[in-house]
């Protein structure tokens, strides 16, 4: 195991939880950023602003992070342009068909015995196994 | 208004949280879901994480009797296990394995300005929004039948 960080990941982790946790005493409602994205898009008359804070919140955090922890972003792997373009393309469509994502499903659902989320998430880890199994030891070399 | 300021703060701190997990390193996604390879374990201890909290912390808020900026809870109350589930959750376990991110993670690097990561959010958009057309032109030619 390279750069195993089980620490760090538990605090994040837990930050993660807590977020979730909040927002789920104010507006009663599940932190799945896929949901919530989804919703913006979509234009739903209902809770637009609260999709939108939610959001907006996701990203004066990257700019935050971006100041006092750059290190958060920094990577041995950086996809093609070619590999986020289709990679995005499959998670737009991919949560929005399964009504969820990792915070959906792998935090929220599973913290609540949903044997949706347990399912969905054990079929995106599946799936996502595989696809680095190809790309890396098929095919070869992460692009 | 003092709920947008809540979902804001909720909205940033779900950011820093998913920094210091590590999810917005892909290098350490991908790590993880190499598990043939050199694998990274640490994104377990996320889940653990998230799901040890959250768990705790929902079980109580959800005893009240409404949130705090609602007049009700909003949660997901399906059961079944059908097939846009686990194409939908398959699908997207592909996507995030190609690059690395997953929508929240996407968002939080396309704003500290990582190229990649915004075209990854740019993309991601129109296939929600791909997906929204089809399930619409989907639902019409497959009404439900009246009970």
Redesign the interface.
Known sequence: ??????F????????????????????????G??GI??GL??RSADVH??RL??????????????LV??A??????????L?????????????????????G????????L???SM???A???????V???L???VFGG?S | MKSMVVNFAAGLLFAVGLGVAGMTNPSKVVGFLDVFGDWDASLAFVMVGGIAVYGILSRIFTKRAMPLFDTRFHLPSRKDIDLRLVLGAGIFGVGWALAGYCPGPGLVTAASGVASAGVFVISMALGMKVEHRLSQWWGARHPPSSA
């Open positions: 195991m390279n750069n195993f960080s089980p760090s990941a538990l605090l994040g982790g837990a930050l993660i939880g807590l977020a979730a946790s909040i927002f789920l005493l104010a507006q009663g409602r599940i932190f950023v896929s994205l989804g898009l979509r602003g609260l804070a939610v959001i907006g919140g996701l990203l004066a955090g990257g700019a935050v992070l971006r922890f750059p958060a972003f920094q990577s041995s792997f950086t996809p093609s342009l590999n986020a373009l289709l990679a995005g393309l499959l998670v737009g469509v991919g949560t929005q068909l399964g009504n969820g994502c990792t915070s499903h792998g935090v929220c659902g599973i913290s609540r949903s044997v949706r399912v969905a998430t079929t995106f880890m599946l799936t996502g196994i696809t680095v199994f790309t890396r030891h992460a």
